[in-house]
C-alpha cells in the first residue's frame, strides 16, 4: 500500500532498539513537526477548503501523538531534550520542484508530507512486530495504523487539486527519489528516519 520503492534495512530495529530513549525523543518532535507542517499548509493556502477540511483533523491528531510520546518518555524517566534536525526531510525538501502552479507547488509539500508518514508508518510497523518490548509493540501498532490514514490523506489532497495524471506521474518521481534519499543515509538508531 504505501508503494515505498526501498525499504529500511532491518538492522534499524536492532540499532534503534538500543538507543530507545532517542528514538522516542525524536518521534515526539517528529509528530510535533508533522503538525506543525499541516498548520502551515493551512496558513500558506487558505483558499482550498478541502485542505483546511482535511488537514484540521489531522493537526490534532498529531499533537496528540505528540502528548503520547510525551507520556512514553515521562513513564520510562527520560525527558524530552533538544530537538535535532531530521537529515531526512531536509533532504526531500531540497528535491522539491521550484516554480509552476500555486496548485503544483502545494503538490510538492503534500507529496514531502506523503513521503514522511509512508516512512514513519513502515518504520512504526518495523518496531510494532520486532521489538522486545511489549508495550512498545502495542504502542506503535496503534500509531502505524493513523500514520498510513495520513499518508493516504496527503496523496488523495494532491489528487483533489491536480490532474490525475499528473499525480501518477510525479508520485512514482517521488518514490524514486525517496529511494535514493534513503540509500545514501546512514543507519542510524536514534533517528526514527
Known amino acids: 500500500m504505501l508503494g515505498l520503492k526501498l525499504p529500511t534495512d532491518p538492522r534499524w530495529v536492532r540499532i534503534a532498539e538500543k538507543s530507545i530513549e532517542e528514538i522516542l525523543v525524536d518521534h515526539a518532535y517528529c509528530e510535533q513537526k508533522a503538525a506543525s507542517s499541516c498548520i502551515s499548509l493551512i496558513i500558506h493556502y487558505p483558499e482550498k477548503e478541502k485542505l483546511r477540511e482535511v488537514l484540521m483533523p489531522v493537526v ?21 531534550g533538544r530537538q535535532r534536525n531530521d537529515e531526512y526531510v531536509v533532504e526531500l525538501r531540497k528535491r522539491m520542484r521550484k516554480g509552476g502552479t500555486i496548485d503544483q507547488q502545494l503538490g510538492e509539500h503534500l507529496f514531502v508530507n506523503a513521503l514522511v508518514e509512508a516512512r514513519s508508518c513502515e518504520r512504526f510497523r518495523l518496531l510494532s512486530e520486532e521489538i522486545s518490548d511489549e508495550k512498545l509493540r502495542d504502542f506503535y501498532r496503534d500509531l502505524m495504523v493513523s500514520e498510513a490514514n495520513h499518508y493516504v490523506n496527503f496523496i488523495d489532497l494532491a489528487k483533489e487539486y491536480l490532474p490525475a495524471d499528473y499525480v501518477k506521474v510525479r508520485w512514482q518521481e517521488w518514490l524514486a527519489i525517496e529511494a535514493d534519499i534513503i540509500a545514501r543515509m546512514d543507519i542510524r538508531g536514534d533517528r526514527m528516519h
Do not use: D, N, P
Request: glycine residues 10%.
Open 60 to 80: 490534532t491528531e498529531e499533537w496528540g501523538h505528540f502528548r503520547m510520546v510525551i507520556r512514553e518518555l515521562e513513564k520510562r524517566g527520560y525527558s524530552l
